[in-house]
């Protein structure tokens, strides 16, 4: 891979390790950041709770957060104190060992930021440091907090352009005396970059840009810049701006000085749409060092060049030290969304093992001589046709916070392994401001047999003729948490989750424990060197967020983030927590000798869907054709039209709100409510039309539901998943 500025390179490479900051592996009494250490290893060196007795964990205390959405934190203990993030960037503190709340923290945020938000108003979590609470709010403001009070020291806006479709959902990251935050929206119009501020004052110190802009514009901002043009087309869709938000994965690596990031998706997805003439389009999906007192490169590599499948690098690193061909080398971990796992050394980014750990049809391996992947157009070019590649835009690894017990040398994680089916849609797609700019349609391998009912049959004829097609009818998908060896790629053990769906963040510790969370609603404890299950225990409550452990006074805690959410969000499967119960987000902390924990309530029964109002004058089919279109290209990533969602259920409109449908839609009578208005990009008649639509639907939905009422079938039967325009 291609590396810049050679003699700062040379100078990296022969820096000596002894006078910097050690790693320590793993965290102890205190867990400093969501990460647990420096490294981000999501490893305690705690060993009170063990094999022996993890059968006694209950529950020590809990909070209820204020929200119904998505939980992805883990927090952090410092001196007696857990601090951690929700929804839209709130920020709680509370006494570790009693729960005693002693503040929390809600922002004032722009909901219209939803317009541009994927998957789900999330926060990643927060940093301390210096008497401080750094988090981010959704809309792109960052908040210095007092830790002792939650009052606001400071606030600073990292959004540089909010005609565009910025916005933030992972944890800043402290780096000497800067705090640094990314930002999301890959899918709709943005150019991604991260932020550094100051951390006394939030002042902007530097911002160092992903992807260069329009060269019609005059020259780039850094030399690395004008390099990444020569791997763009002059002509490419800058107006889109290109993609490459690094919404999560930014460590600070004490022992080098360096801060990596992980970088986006490219936007359009389709390299050729993107960039018409190709190009490796740096620097997208790519791990980049930046020198946090400049914001200046050292060093990247490109995980996915010319990203042509969503292949983010922005899934979580961890920093540790291992021993490679005879050295001990100071190295990254990062498994992102391509099916790889990478072991690269941290002062230069050179590659020393890339192993793919699920089935990988867009590349037939990583040549280790130049650390490109080998492509297989053939199988994975969907721009010629339809393809099924494998894995998923969902990815074989994401958000989720992986461990690495240095122990055993085990990487634990979730990883999936699925594909979709992909495919361009058809027509010029002009720039849609704030909008999904994506220009590809997607269905998960698990959906696809199903699906080509609603297609063309020639459509449906090219996708079964696909190598792919039968590999995808034998094994659509598999989700699992493994126990990975990243020197060679293979599973030591594995343990099955409900669903693909179904996946969460890992905590291991030194007693020989892994510990995670299920969508179920159980937190698992399961022995670390062989996976076998040693406790589990129903919360109720869905559990994405990677658990942490401290401790206070002697006694160790584990807590967790509970709470159903993130990408897919309205999408809630059948066996998560969330389809039987509501939806009600908590902080749930255990310890040895605790007791049972006490469940939110059932969700209350189906009932058929209403009577909808009468078709307005003069809508034909062509309109609820239409119409159906704008609701899938603008509505359906926030509206799934499913019957447990947690977000509304438009087949079940009360009259009212039919009434007040413009209103809502084009004049944000519900911005307040987390729904934006879209008056600058759905006029009086498309609104109409989606409303057709919806109409048609809900009046479709009663009669099929009158009929299994009458019949005596259950109302909430399975529905298909397609994530068009995901």
Not at 138 to 161: P, R, S
Not at 164 to 192: H, K, L, Q
Not at 204 to 213: A, Q, T
Not at 336 to 365: E, Q
């Amino acid at each position: 891979m291609r590396h810049l500025f050679a003699s700062l390179l040379l100078g990296l490479a022969a820096f000596s390790l002894g006078g910097a900051t050690a790693l320590q592996q793993g965290a102890g009494s205190q867990w400093t950041s969501p990460g647990g250490d420096a490294g981000k290893t999501h490893h305690s060196r705690l060993t009170q709770i063990t094999a022996e007795n993890a059968g006694q964990l209950g529950l020590a205390w809990a909070a209820d957060l204020g929200t119904t959405r998505g939980q992805e934190a883990t927090p952090v203990v410092i001196d007696g104190v857990l601090y951690t993030s929700g929804t839209t960037g709130r920020a709680y503190a509370f006494d570790a060992a009693t729960g005693k709340e002693l503040w929390r923290f809600e922002p004032e945020v722009d909901m219209q930021v939803n317009r541009t938000v994927c998957c789900d108003m999330v926060n990643r979590g927060l940093a301390v440091a210096r008497g401080k609470v750094y988090v981010a709010a959704l809309d792109g403001w960052m908040y210095a907090l007092d830790a002792k009070t939650g009052g606001v020291v400071w606030k600073a806006d990292f959004i540089e352009d909010r005609r565009r479709g910025d916005n933030s959902t992972g944890a800043p990251e402290i780096a000497g005396d800067v705090v640094v935050v990314g930002m999301s929206g890959a899918e709709y119009d943005v150019r991604g970059y991260v932020t550094a501020l100051d951390l006394e004052t939030g002042k902007l110190r530097w911002r160092w840009h992903v992807v260069p802009h329009d060269p019609k514009l005059g020259p780039q901002e850094t030399p690395e810049l004008e390099a990444a043009l020569k791997t763009w087309d002059p002509n490419s869709r800058w107006d889109i701006g290109g993609g490459g938000s690094p919404w999560d994965a930014i460590n600070f690596d004490p022992e080098t000085g360096l801060v990596l990031v992980g970088t986006g998706n490219g936007g359009p997805y389709a390299t050729s749409k993107r960039s018409p003439s190709g190009g490796d389009n740096l620097y997208l999906a790519s791990l980049v060092a930046l020198d946090p007192k400049t914001g200046r490169m050292k060093w990247h590599y490109q995980e996915t060049p010319g990203d042509n499948w969503d292949f983010t690098a922005t899934q979580p690193m961890i920093f540790t030290r291992m021993d490679i061909d005879g050295q001990n080398r100071p190295v990254v971990l990062h498994a992102p969304k391509n099916g790889y796992l990478y072991i690269l050394d941290r002062c230069d980014g050179k590659l020393l093992r890339a192993n793919p750990i699920v089935r990988t049809n867009w590349a037939k391996g990583i040549d280790p001589a130049t650390g490109r992947p080998i492509l297989d157009p053939e199988a994975a070019d969907y721009t010629t046709g339809p393809k099924i590649v494998f894995p998923a835009t969902t990815g074989a690894r994401n958000w989720h916070p992986a461990s690495y017990d240095p122990a055993t040398g085990l990487y634990i994680g979730a990883v999936l392994d699925m594909g979709n089916l992909i495919f361009m849609t058809p027509g010029a797609k002009p720039f849609k401001a704030r909008g999904l700019n994506n220009d590809a349609a997607l269905i998960f391998t698990p959906d696809v047999k199903e699906a080509l009912a609603a297609f063309p049959p020639e459509f449906g004829d090219a996708v079964r003729k696909l190598p792919a097609y039968q590999e995808a009818l034998r094994q659509p998908a598999t989700a699992q948490v493994r126990a990975i060896d990243p020197l060679t790629g293979k599973t030591v053990w594995a343990a099955d989750t409900a669903g693909w769906q179904d996946r969460g963040g890992v905590l291991t510790t030194a007693s020989g424990l892994t510990i995670y969370g299920g969508v179920t609603g159980k937190l698992f404890v399961r022995e670390t060197a062989t996976g076998k299950l040693l406790k589990e225990i129903d919360t109720g409550t869905a559990i994405m967020a990677a658990p942490m452990t401290y401790a206070v006074n002697g006694v160790q805690y584990i807590a967790v983030m509970a709470g159903w959410g993130g990408g897919g969000y309205p999408f809630v499967p059948r066996y998560s927590a969330a389809y039987r119960r509501e939806n009600t987000n908590r902080l749930l902390v255990f310890r040895i000798g605790g007791a049972p924990v006490p469940k939110p309530d059932l969700r209350a029964p189906l009932e058929v869907a209403p009577e909808p109002p009468a078709q307005a004058a003069g809508v034909t089919a062509q309109t609820i054709v239409r119409g159906q279109s704008l609701f899938f290209s603008n509505c359906a990533i926030c509206h799934a039209n499913q019957p447990r969602s947690i977000t509304p259920d438009l087949r079940r409109m009360q009259p009212a709100t039919h009434d007040a449908f413009r209103q809502i839609v084009r004049a944000g009578l519900l911005v307040p409510n987390g729904m934006p208005r879209w008056d600058d990009l759905l006029s009086v008649d498309d609104t109409d039309a989606i409303h057709a639509y919806l109409i048609d639907l809900q009046a479709t939905t009663r009669k099929d539901e009158l009929a299994k009422q009458k019949a005596g079938k259950p109302l909430d039967g399975p529905s298909l998943t397609i994530l068009s325009n995901y």
